[in-house]
């Protein structure tokens, strides 16, 4: 096999198609084809569904070694570079979408006036999304809520998040600046989603205090939760940068007892990240670093 016949096989993976894969390489739909069914005939395996235009599961594992093959390659590139003492590169990175917002803007800007010749390609995402992805080798690396359960990931701690109540002007607990988890028993709220990480955590935080939270309705996506509760549709528990904005004149409530949200970073075990990725990392911390104590309920992790 050669690099020409895996990169057809990984371009029909993301694009989802014979002709869209030819033009994302810059080449035609024949020479696509040739190159899988090459790959196809050495492996002793049909990789591509021919009607469907979805790899196989055989086809799916070897996409899976071909990014990391890929990776490898641009490490290379990367890692000589570096040596030159210039970095250069592109880094596939994915971000939590509540933390996405605010830091995504800090770190391109950082990233721009350390290393210039690095690119990102940022994807927003739930952890759940976002850690299977470092695993497969689709992302390099990905900002997530922890801790995250893949054996195959390496977690680093960026930050710890307050969780605050939400409440309208009018509500009953609008005047209160804390409140314990037994004010919450019985109050209809905005949850997440059963199932997630973050409800999960709400759910045991409850049930050391002996309440029950109750689900005005289930949400999957804290953005959309804030939107809904922005609007009057119910009280809600979020982390505080996602209560930051939009939601002018609604009382933020700390809420004892209840942790705080870990956010840090994930990366494959196996495998050395390119100089690229390193670096982005370390501008990472960076810029993580100095917004601690002043993005509103950002702390250091504990412990």
């Not at 055989?58 to 030159?84: H, K, P, T």
């Not at 996405?100 to 721009?112: N, S």
């Not at 952890?127 to 195959?152: H, I, T, W």
Request: proline share 6%.
């Amino acid at each position: 096999m050669d690099l020409r016949q895996l990169q057809a096989l990984v371009a029909i993976a993301e694009t989802g198609s014979f002709s869209a894969a030819a033009a994302s390489l810059h080449t035609v739909q024949s020479n696509v084809s040739s190159h899988v069914a090459h790959l196809e005939r050495e492996l002793g395996v049909q990789l591509v569904d021919r009607h469907s235009g979805e790899p196989t599961e055989e086809g799916r594992a070897v996409v899976e070694r071909a990014r990391r093959i890929a990776d490898e390659l641009d490490a290379i590139v990367a890692d000589l570079a570096s040596m030159r003492d210039e970095v250069v590169g592109t880094v596939r990175l994915g971000v939590i979408g509540t933390t996405a917002r605010w830091l995504t803007p800090l770190l391109l800007e950082a990233l721009a006036g350390a290393h210039p010749k690095v690119r990102l390609v940022v994807g927003e995402g739930t952890s759940a999304m976002l850690e299977p992805q470092v695993a497969s080798g689709a992302l390099e690396v990905a900002v997530v809520n922890l801790p995250q359960p893949l054996p195959d990931l390496a977690e680093t701690p960026l930050f710890d998040e307050d969780l605050i109540l939400v409440v309208p002007p009018e509500h009953p607990l609008s005047d209160r600046s804390e409140v314990d988890m037994s004010d919450l028993d019985g109050l209809e709220l905005l949850l997440p989603a059963a199932g997630t990480t973050y409800r999960q955590e709400l759910d045991e935080a409850a049930a050391r205090a002996g309440v029950s939270l109750v689900a005005r309705a289930e949400i999957d996506g804290l953005r959309l939760i804030a939107s809904l509760t922005a609007r009057g549709l119910g009280p809600s528990i979020l982390p505080a940068t996602t209560a930051a904005e939009g939601l002018d004149g609604f009382a933020r409530i700390a809420v004892s007892s209840l942790p705080c949200r870990r956010v840090g970073v994930v990366l494959r075990r196996r495998g050395r990240p390119s100089a690229a990725a390193r670096a982005t990392l370390e501008v990472l911390a960076d810029v993580v670093g100095r917004r601690l104590g002043k993005q509103y309920g950002i702390h250091p992790p504990a412990g």
